[in-house]
T-cell receptor
Framework: DGGITQSPKYLFRKEGQNVTLSCEQNLNHDAMYWYRQDPGQGLRLIYY???????QKGDIAEGYSVSREKKESFPLTVTSAQKNPTAFYLCASSLDRNNYGYTFGSGTRLTVV | RKEVEQDPGPFNVPEGATVAFNCTYSNSASQSFFWYRQDCRKEPKLLMSVYSSGNEDGRFTAQLNRASQYISLLIRDSKLSDSATYLCVVNFASGYSTLTFGKGTMLLVSP
């Protein structure tokens, strides 16, 4: 079955550590996205990529980095520069035209300990 | 500025009731519109797209009013399983762009 897979489901990070969240899709979608959701808040865009080897900053890119070396994969690194990283992170993908909406992965819950 | 506004609720309704949510958006040039459903601690899932002529999918009806820049979702004969947060989503441009999500309206259906 085609879909989008995020791992791990839960992740704990110590202060000062970088961590990488995985996102893989086999839907043959061109575009991929990373969102962050805080309790009671809407989804906020971190980074997005419309084609391989290209990506754009979203509204809250500071403290995050991404790569898009393969069409199927769009990992997100949460760096130590991100001051408040505890959140629910959602990866999504879409066909080349956005009129069809997004397909989301099941998310990663990141907690700083 | 790209903004999507929703009443956060919660809307508390009994089973079998009809309930409607509205959403307003900031840009009259917006191109495409969606309603997503998000269950507690889960990812959002596409409920339905919203077309200019209005569209229906079973118990769910979505309507778009471009002149007033609002979108509505009507749920008839509410079920317990309809309890969730409903996200209004707008694409503010054509072609490649990103979707802007509202913060959601929570619906609680009780027996």
């Amino acid at each position: 079955d085609g879909g989008i897979t995020q791992s791990p489901k839960y992740l704990f990070r110590k202060e000062g550590q970088n961590v990488t969240l995985s996102c893989e899709q086999n839907l043959n979608h061109d575009a991929m996205y990373w969102y962050r959701q805080d309790p009671g808040q809407g989804l906020r865009l971190i980074y997005y990529s419309q084609i391989v080897n290209d990506f754009q900053k979203g509204d809250i890119a500071e403290g995050y980095s991404v790569s898009r070396e393969k069409k199927e994969s769009f990992p997100l690194t949460v760096t130590s520069a991100q001051k408040n990283p505890t959140a629910f992170y959602l990866c999504a993908s879409s066909l080349d035209r956005n009129n069809y909406g997004y397909t989301f992965g099941s998310g990663t819950r990141l907690t700083v300990v | 500025r790209k903004e999507v506004e929703q009443d956060p609720g919660p809307f508390n309704v009994p089973e079998g009731a009809t309930v409607a949510f509205n959403c307003t958006y900031s840009n009259s040039a917006s191109q495409s519109f969606f309603w997503y459903r998000q269950d507690c601690r889960k990812e959002p899932k596409l409920l339905m797209s919203v077309y200019s002529s209005g569209n229906e999918d079973g118990r769910f009806t979505a309507q778009l009013n471009r002149a007033s820049q609002y979108i509505s979702l009507l749920i008839r004969d509410s079920k317990l399983s309809d309890s969730a947060t409903y996200l209004c989503v707008v694409n503010f441009a054509s072609g490649y762009s990103t979707l802007t999500f509202g913060k959601g309206t929570m619906l609680l259906v009780s027996p």
